[in-house]
């Protein structure tokens, strides 16, 4: 029987999901999508790296604030935003390195300061830095503006990599996902804390997704599939959709309590 009903609905645990193999297999689709489509955006449309970084900001912007309205977990408004923050901290460590010339490793350091220091800020108001509790609109806030430095962060290291060692999208994205194995490892086998496991694997989890996202996307000739920037990033949202709709149709079976 199902036990789901509008009263039980109306009294969710938090504002953000569970984290669960869901949660991190759209993640991870989240930010190959946000790689591809940064890409198709910047490049194919036409529109310049500048104009392109403002408009999906305005777009990301009301999606914010759509999801901040719900007060509540809701899946299709809360992975919508994740979607585009990818796209927008893409954007974001593109235009500092592209358009204003500054280098990935200041990037890397600036995002990394950045990330320290909100964690610092959220940890010093709230006294938590865990995922589970964001039950207010101002730990909400601190969760995405973290959001976003992760993804920026994660953009600038992934590309530091790969500049630097020139290790191709395939072995890079195998290092990342190398890393992200020996956090779980820790996670579960030794004493590291769920909390830095968790905020580590989500920063990680951005340059391996980009990787395998440029694996896919780009031309033969750069090491690249081929496949193309415009098709990569259909094929990654309809696998998005089908997934949020499965977590959303399994989020809805399960009895909330207050």
Known sequence: MNNWSPTTFDQPASRVPEVTVDFWLIKLLAVTMGETAADFLNV??????????????????????????????????????????????TLVTDNLVDNFGVSLMTTTVGFTIALAA????????????????????????????????????????????AEKFDLGYLNTGLLFGGLIAVIALGYYKTRLDAITAFWLAYILTRPLGASFGDLLSQPRE???????????SIGFLVAIIATVVYATIRYLRVPRTA
């Open 44 to 89: 194919n449309l036409g529109y310049g790296l500048t104009a392109t970084s403002a408009f999906m900001a305005g777009v990301f912007l009301c999606a914010l604030a759509i999801q901040f309205h719900q007060g509540r977990y809701v899946p299709w408004s809360y992975w919508l935003t994740v979607v585009l923050i990818s796209v927008v901290g």
């Open 118 to 161: 909100t964690f610092a800020i959220w940890h010093g108001v709230e006294g938590t830095l865990s995922i589970h509790s964001i039950f207010t609109a101002r730990r909400e806030g601190f969760y995405w503006l973290a959001i976003l430095f992760t993804f920026a962060l994660g953009t600038s290291v992934g590309d530091q990599v």
């Open 222 to 232: 750069y090491g690249g599939l081929g496949l193309g920037t415009v098709t990569t």
